[in-house]
Antibody
């Protein structure tokens, strides 16, 4: 079955760290750019980060560039997001998403998401 | 960053009616505009990409049009399963951004 399964979310205090993981199956993971997209509770969607095939290109929002690190392990069919210096406004469901056809900026397959709650 | 403004915020229609959703960009995004559907408790689903292209599995009643800064998603005849929130999204310039959503609700 073609799917993405996220893990690693949880409750963390402001200033803390979390590492999110996404396990891919059912498709050739190494052939696709991958993404993290988040959705704050009851709010809209925000594209967090993107990593190209072979990790050649990495994309971060300016506000996250010094705090978040996206990475992938094609041998393990896995995507990661290391989040440091977490803030209250990072609270959201974090979705792992695939970009189709080796391109960028479109997400045709989404995981169910993992909830990150930043609160003291 | 490019701001996408969707209108209306809420669209109240009956099954069988035509739905017209608008998305306006703060600067040109060429044709790099996608539409997603999200139902309560579910993950977003890609419907349309690069303006007119339907994603795999998207019914033909969904169509996208526009270019530059003004885009439209049309649902020709609403089915019960189409009542949801719809988001537009641009991939012309990083950071890729979403609109705030249009809720299509049953009248």
């Amino acid at each position: 079955e073609v799917q993405l399964v996220e893990s690693g979310g949880g409750l963390v205090k402001p200033g803390g760290s979390l590492r999110l993981s996404c396990a891919a199956s059912g498709f050739i993971f190494s052939s696709y750019s991958m993404n993290w997209v988040r959705q704050a509770p009851g709010r809209g969607l925000e594209w967090v980060s993107c990593i190209s095939t072979r990790s050649e290109h990495l994309y971060y929002r300016d506000s996250d560039r010094d705090r978040f690190t996206i990475s992938r392990d094609d041998a393990r069919n896995s995507l990661y997001l290391q989040m440091n210096s977490l803030r209250d406004d990072d609270t959201a469901i974090y979705y792992c998403a695939r970009a189709p056809g080796g391109g960028f900026g479109v997400a045709d397959l989404w995981g169910q998401g993992t909830l990150v709650t930043v609160s003291s | 960053e490019i701001v996408l403004t969707q209108s209306p915020a809420t669209l109240s229609l009956s099954p069988g009616e035509r739905a017209t959703l608008s998305c306006r960009a703060s600067q040109s995004v060429s044709n790099y505009l996608a539409w997603y559907q999200q139902k309560p408790g579910q993950v977003p689903r890609l419907l349309i990409y690069d303006t007119p292209n339907r994603a795999t599995g998207t019914p033909a009643r969904f169509s996208g049009s526009g270019s530059g800064t003004d885009f439209t998603l049309t649902i020709s005849s609403l089915e019960p399963e189409d009542f949801a929130i719809y988001y537009c999204q641009q991939r012309s310039k990083w950071p890729w951004t979403f609109g705030q959503g249009t809720k299509v609700e049953i009248k």
